[in-house]
């Protein structure tokens, strides 16, 4: 590998990565949100809640793919 798709590489880890947290801290914030936030607006809180769950386990699913893939990396650079 050389060290441009090295960078390369790695730039898409740390995006992947902050993509993930984010999904999670968002999805985590709607579910306490539908729990906190009594139905006066037209979005009924068991969609709030549908959706925080959802983005909470893509969050989980990107990080450990994030996790995955950093740990092969780092796999491959020691073996180098």
Do not use: W
């Amino acid at each position: 590998m050389n060290k441009s798709s090295k960078s390369k590489d790695e730039k898409r880890l740390t995006l992947q990565l902050i993509v993930a947290v984010s999904m999670a801290i968002f999805g985590c914030v709607l579910i306490i949100v539908a729990f906190a936030v009594p139905p006066t607006g037209e979005i009924h809180p068991s969609v709030l809640a549908a959706f925080g769950e959802i983005l909470t386990f893509a969050g989980a699913v990107l990080g450990i793919d994030y996790n995955y893939k950093f740990k092969t990396h780092s796999k491959d650079e020691n073996d180098q």
